[in-house]
């Protein structure tokens, strides 16, 4: 060859060999603020947001996880809808989980991941392995709380696991069984090292992690009442007493604490905006009515003047429309949607009444009694009640007063007080009723589902029978081969 | 021996340049001795040489040309010769990839081209709009008129892949994101290359075929020559849906007992004013939709009655229907195109400088924008090898108004979805500004009808607000800039070999500034459901001040070397290149309103501002070569190769190569007087490869939070996609034959083209089980085919001295099927929106792009299964066909009488559906035609059963049995959206619309007499648009012009236009 030729053929080679080859910022995005490793600070303060905000607003329940999640409130008839009421008639007949599974839960078992694998001593800049790990675990057992309490079997074992693409439905009872251990353990677990960096629910606090989990494991335990006692009560008797204590205070209450900004805003804020047109149920203004109960003006807006009165529920498009033109109904509390208003998860009003139906079902001793009027007391203290004559005038009156001999109506009234307790806890108070079947409610009269009664729990999200169809047909099985609303959970014993 | 001595004979070298009509060089004509054999052909630029004897006369011919005879006498040796072009549409060079002009007969696969003069013909300003019907194959999805500022996109043969790839358009060599950066008045010719065998070479990016722009240039020695082109149009709203226009506003299911109360009674607190309303019906204004009382202009108390201070202030009106109100709303447009070019040639160098002025007023009140064009096209010879040229274009674009058709946008998104009937625009266009006790804008939808606390109900709106006020108070301005251009140097260092270096880049800004005042938050709908553009609920002053960068640069060096070797020609290009594209955007954006009012600052945001940034840099690297082999100019090979390195796939798997192969036989030599004067027959093989990733799409990664909690950091994005790390790049396979044919001289043309493509290793994100954590897998195993028959057809039938008759027909019909999606799904989604509406979906064994909706009307032997109350029985996930159509086509005639030029231009669809949300809100609120039709009894379906309305429903009852029964109207519309049946809105796409029409006249400039010195051409022109949509199913919206491609949700109008043209050439 020629040198011309020698020195083509060289630059040639040279051209072919380089193309393959790019600079770093066609191959990683230079954003600094996009990183291939996850902080895990970053990612729990995201976890946390996800759970307690709104997301999208396009659908009527958006991405609501936790607080403010409308569809229950109208299930439990907190809440009923005056203009285009479809909503309260059943019509969404399935429920979709991604935003629990992709969300949050996806982000905790990172954390969880990045503090037990090789990126340990990465991952301990935002504080220490083990609180990190104990706080992650803990809000992923209460996030799993919710997805099986509103599914029933649900992936568990499997799920947020990327090698694994067609994830396997556990029962419900190995779910709640494991949820039990993680409580336990991820109590234990914290260190006294170093706080976690991302966690704005509670600034590090160990302690309140742990009440929090605690009462948790309480709530979850006494939910197998019915179905699993012996479960149940081994469970509760064990959290009543383990390290750290339980919720028994308002200033333990825990909320996601809003901010008053409209980016981090209670999402009743965003679900009212000025005035939604939903109000209270007539049935839920004539409960609270029936026994003068001081937190009326606290829960509702007068609908005329000084007076209350509810929404009729579940009248159809027309029903409402003509029931409204000539009616005024009482909408949300103002003190329950303000940018910065709590949106309580567990309570100690709400604690105290599960001890008061433990001592009742023979789980624990103590004085239902005692801790049944506590709890009353502590719920209107938390709603701004702190007038001891009314609150003891409202303890005493028949209707409230408990008769801790007449057992079943004493669980009965633990059971209603918890359903005042909760409002608009939609989700947990679905939960509850669905268990204690109080208060009595009468199904939407318009209903459009196919049974015309309230949903028992929110259908498996459709694409699940394509996407995961093995699973999926083995888990609708129990509910006779249909992804039906009206199939009960575990738990939930006829 | 004969011909040797022959040859000695011949005695005189003749040279020349063959040129076309305009001046242009023709390439490739022939030159033929008569009645002899010798012959040879022109170069690329026209130039010919010849060896011929005194006397002898020549044939010049070139396809798409009227043959010309030259006689060889007198003494000179230099013979220019100009050929008349037979039809305009069939020409001998054609455009192809990467700019290279080639000879008609080599080429192996489909090319079709349109001259610049009839695709401006109607004066539109949109190059997209202006392709529509016009090639074959071709399908444009255009966009509304009304909307400034935003043009369509093209569809070329249906679609091979899991996107809906868009053709790429290229101007001069380079690469424009958006054909509304070109100016029409540039155009010189349009070149369109369709599939893989013909895109082949310019690789990647061209999978959605390329369309071709080659602007208008000088030639060299050609005198100073300026043109004038003025166009001025007028546009009025063409398409509205089919209204209602007998019941009002209101939601009761018995139009007899609609009113909110019987009659207004005064209560004790309210206005004084308004006790002289005591006993006068009032209206549920509150309700936005039409179920109201029946229109019998009987009095009722209008919204504005009970604001003072105007004509209307507490009086009663008529309640009475209002059948043109929403058409009143929209103005008149006007638009006005003026440019002016200059082009002059001198020995060494030729020179085009242009410039174009566009301005708009829209149809939508407060609407408008200005477009600038500045282009310049030269050229140098620094010596007589090497050459310098370059083509710069700036345009600069303003425009503002409200264009936004989502749902629930403040124009159509309420006219047509939640309205009534009873308003009189011109009122409401009259009160515009007027304002409620507390200073809110007033509004129609007064809030409440409650009316327990009046002074509250009356001063916000329910949902929406008076239009006019919303677009009197918005300010959305968008300016762009956009620079684009090239360099080139280009050596021939011998005779057969040229080396060009060529720089190329695209730069593109665009600054979208919106303004929302505090009078708008103030006046917002008491339900926070007052949508906007800005999709925020409730409505927040706001500033917004969105920036996007586009940069893309090409390092681009080609070589090119041709050579005839006895009976071969040889034709190589080979060549690098390096495409650089970089994104770089930032948005910024106020939250929660404004702490001090209408000062639009991102700093005065009541909360934490929003603000991010995208950058996103991509290059891909390629070497390529095209080999053309032409044997006794009937037969050609062409073989091409190119190889790709895209950043954006895997490194060390980035590299992927994909061949070409292809003939191209002109038969026609071979057949000796027959009326047929061209044949060619042509096949091809070709592969493409793609890399449809995004950057950085291979990186698992977590953004940080653009809005941090308090002073805690959180993320905005977290990872939902699992991406296989064996990701290579697709290729698509393609086989395409055609056969071209010309008889009596080029009057008539015919081309048709079979195409066959796959495209295999398709990268899919195909949806996993959100309970993994992750929402998608990105796996290559899509497989997608497409195949179909274009047709082509030129007539002169009538062509005279007076008068020519030409007629071109294009006709194309595609099918693309999905045959695999991946192993877990055989679905992927093309197109969702929200939760209610159907998706558009890829399934396997089915064409691409079905309408799925969550729900239909269940069915037995085609037949809609009721209940016993007449309403239907839903099944979920209902597949109602695809969005693409059958078959395209259209028909362009153009009539020249003596220097008069009429021309129309039709184009059409077959099949294809979409989607209206429009119409099934119009029918849940009550607003269209169809619910207050007239049933078979003769009654209004809207009135009681009783009386004899109600809409009459056949089916059969679950158990198959035929069943009939009258359903209310009320009932039966709403059940639609109620339980998203969407059989009733979905329709057919297909359409015949008369798009084009000018008249024009070419002035006799010459009979001018003085003038005739200056003026060397000019013509006056009657030109107008969007004239008649002859067919289709639902009138109310032209399916040419859908705007999300798939869907409407609240479409604003298209418009129809009239104009004039003057041109003037010195």
Known sequence: ?494 | MLCTTLAFAQNRVVTGTVTDDKGDPVPFASIKVKNGKAGVSADANGNFKIEVKEGTVLIVSATGSVDKEVKITGSSNIYNVTIVKSNTELSTVVVSALGIRRSVKSTPYAVQQISGERLTQTRETDLTSALSGKIAGVKVNGQAGSKLGSNGTVRLRGVAGVSDDQAIYVVDGTIVTNASDINMDDVANVAVLKGPNATALYGQRATGGVIIITTKKAGKGKPLSIEFNSTTTIEKVATLPDYQNVYGGGNSPDPNNAWAESKYVYKAGQPIEWKALEGIPRQQYYDDASWGPKMNGQPYIPWYAFYGGHDGSYKPAAFSPQPNNIKDFYQTGLTTNNNISLSKGGKWWSGRVGYTYLTRKGIIPNSDQTKHFISTQNSFDITSKLVFSTNIGVTIENFKGDFSDNYANNTTGSFSSWFHRNLDMGIMKKLRNLRTPNGNLASWNISDDNWSTPSVAINNPAFWYNPYSWLDNLDNKTNRLRIMGDAALAYKITKDLKLTGTYRMNYRTTELKTKLPFILEQSQGTFGYSADELGVSPVYSKYRNNNTKYTEQNFELIGQYSKKISDFSIDVVGGGNVLDIRRDDSSRSTNGGLVKQDTFEISNSASTPSRSAVKNYRQVRSLFARATIGYKDFLFMDLTGRNDWSSTLPQGKNSYFYPSAGLSFIFSDFVKNSPLSYGKLRVSAAQIGTDPLAPYALEVTYAKGTIPYGNTDTLSGVPNSLISPNIVAPINTSYEAGLELRFFRDRIGIAATYYNETRKNEIVSTDISSATGYLAGVINAGEINRHGIELELNVRPIVSKNFTWDVSFNWATNTSVVKKVSDQTNLFTIYSNYVSQPIIAGIVGQQWGQIRSPAGVKRINGLPVIGMDGLYETEENVNFGTVLPNYTGGIFNSFNYKGIILSASLDFQQGGKYFSFTDMNGKYSGLTKETADINDKGVNVREPLAQGGGVHVYGVLNNGKPYDTYVRAYDYFRQLSSNNIWDYSIFDASYLKLREVSLGYEIPVKKLGSLSKTIKKASISMVARNLWLIYTKNRGIDPSEIAETYAENGQQPGTRSLGINLKIGF
């Open chain 1, 1 to 494: 060859m020629k040198f011309k030729e020698i020195i083509a053929f060289t630059l040639l080679i040279g051209v072919l060999s380089g193309c393959s080859k790019f600079k770093d910022e066609y191959l990683h995005n230079p954003d600094p603020n996009v990183n291939t490793t996850a902080n895990t600070s970053f990612l729990f303060t995201n976890a946390l947001v996800k759970s307690c905000l709104r997301g999208n607003a396009t659908t009527v329940n958006g991405d609501l996880l936790t607080v403010g999640y409308k569809e229950a409130t109208f299930f439990v008839q907190y809440f009923g809808q005056a203009i285009y009421p479809d909503d309260q008639l059943y019509q969404n007949t399935f429920g979709e989980w991604s935003s629990y599974y992709s969300g949050p839960l996806m982000d905790l078992t990172t954390i969880i991941e990045y503090n037990t694998g090789d990126k340990k001593t990465v991952a301990a800049a935002n504080g220490s392995n083990n609180n990190q790990l104990a706080s992650a675990r803990i809000w992923k057992a209460y996030l799993f709380s919710i997805v099986t309490d509103r599914w029933g079997d649900v992936p568990y074992f499997q799920a947020c696991n990327p090698s694994i693409i067609t994830p396997k439905y556990d029962a419900q009872k190995d779910i709640y069984y494991d949820l039990f251990k993680e409580l336990k353990e991820a109590v234990a677990q914290f260190d006294g090292g170093a706080v976690f960096k991302g966690d704005i629910m509670f600034k590090g606090d160990a302690t309140k992690w742990k009440k929090f989990a605690n009462s948790l494991r309480m709530v979850l335990a006494l939910r197998l009442s019915k179905i699993d006692p012996t479960k149940g009560r081994a469970e509760y008797t064990e959290a009543l007493t383990a390290n750290g204590g339980y919720i028994a205070t308002n200033s333990d209450n825990v909320s996601f604490p809003y901010l008053n900004d409209i980016n981090y805003r209670n999402p009743w804020n965003n679900n009212i905006v000025n005035d939604e047109p939903i109000g209270l149920t007539s049935f839920f203004v004539d409960l609270l009515n029936y026994s003068n109960d001081p937190r009326l003006p606290v829960y509702a807006r007068p609908s005329t003047g000084t007076t209350y009165a509810g929404l009729p529920y579940g009248l159809d498009p027309a029903g409402i429309a003509s029931w409204t033109s000539s009616n005024s109904y009482s909408k949300m509390g103002t003190a329950f949607y303000q940018q910065n208003s709590p949106g309580y998860l567990l309570t100690a009003s709400q604690v105290l009444l599960t001890r008061a139906e433990a001592v009742l079902l023979g789980w624990t001793t103590g004085n239902a009694k005692t801790d049944y009027e506590s709890a009353i007391t502590l719920n209107m203290q938390q709603n701004g009640i702190t007038d001891a004559n009314a609150i003891n005038t409202y303890t005493t009156q028949a209707s409230v007063l408990m008769n801790a001999s007449n057992v079943s109506d004493a669980v009965k009234k633990v059971a209603l007080q918890k359903y005042i307790a909760l409002y608009p806890n939609g989700i947990e108070a679905f939960a509850e009723w669905r268990r204690t079947g109080v208060p009595a409610l009468t199904p939407a009269p318009f209903a459009v589902n196919d049974s015309k009664m309230i949903p028992r729990r929110w259908g498996y999200p459709l694409d699940e029978g394509t996407l995961n169809a093995a699973n999926y047909n083995a888990a609708i099985a129990a509910y006779g081969n249909k992804n039906s609303i009206d199939g009960r959970v575990w738990w939930d014993k006829l």
